[in-house]
């Protein structure tokens, strides 16, 4: 069955740096989320892409997020300022069309130091 | 802004017994609703869903009830089974939108 991946699966980066995390869609997905989860709290919603462009994003999504669909496979999110407060586990997801369900990746779990 | 509720942390079910996970939302504008499960280190799975359109949707051993006056949903597992241990979460959307509202989860632990 085909799956949603993530890259690196870890990632441990310095605060005040910059911070790409990748993820791979299911290949005929049109609409793409990031989520992020920080311990012990809800799994909270971040941004949508549709069309190569956002579609939906939430308060979290601040400027020093963006998001990227550089070559029609990758689905990107950077952070270009990376605060103690942005570790978490970040999740790519991807859905066919509107009305069906979300397909997660296993995700990336961000620590910053 | 809790617009999804799972209020149980936790439940414990004997094997073969059933399981029922309980979810309350408060946007009455919710039209879709879906449940995942999650266990360590790994992302959601999607489980089953249900649009307002029904009150229940079954898919093996696993039947979603939709409430829309009281707007609550629950998750029926039965008969369950160890490896049904997990954390579920209840998600919520509108079927025009696309941010899906998370419940905090519920930590299911199946006792063989």
């Known amino acids: 069955e085909p799956e949603v991946t993530q890259t690196p699966s870890h990632q441990v980066t310095q605060m005040g740096q910059e911070v790409i995390l990748r993820c791979v869609p299911i290949?005929?997905?049109?609409?793409f989320y990031w989520y992020r989860q920080i311990l012990g709290q809800k799994v909270e919603f971040l941004v949508s892409f549709y069309n190569n462009e956002i579609s939906e994003k939430s308060e979290i999504f601040d400027d020093q997020f963006s998001v990227e669909r550089p070559d029609g496979s990758n689905f990107t999110l950077k952070i270009r300022s990376t605060k103690l407060e942005d570790s978490a586990m970040y999740f790519c997801?991807?859905?066919?069309?509107?009305?069906?369900?979300?397909?997660f990746g296993d995700g990336t779990r961000l620590s910053i130091l | 802004d809790q617009q999804v509720k799972q209020n149980s942390p936790s439940l414990s079910v004997q094997e073969g017994r059933i399981s029922i996970l309980n979810c309350d939302y408060t946007?009455?504008?919710?039209?879709?609703f879906l449940w995942y499960k999650k266990y360590p280190a790994e992302g959601p799975t999607f489980l089953i869903s249900?649009?307002?359109?029904?009150d229940k949707n079954e898919d093996g051993r696993f039947t979603v009830f939709l409430n829309k006056s009281a707007k609550h949903l629950s998750l029926h597992i039965v008969p369950s089974q160890p490896g049904d241990s997990a954390v579920y979460f209840c998600?919520?959307?509108?079927?025009?939108?696309?941010?899906?509202?998370f419940g905090t989860g519920t930590s299911l632990t199946v006792i063989p």
């Open positions: 997801a991807s859905r066919r069309t509107g009305d069906q369900p979300q397909h």
């Open positions: 249900i649009s307002s359109i029904k």
């Open positions: 946007n009455s504008m919710f039209d879709y």
């Open positions: 290949s005929n997905h049109l609409y």
């Open positions: 998600a919520a959307s509108e079927m025009s939108g696309n941010q899906f509202y």
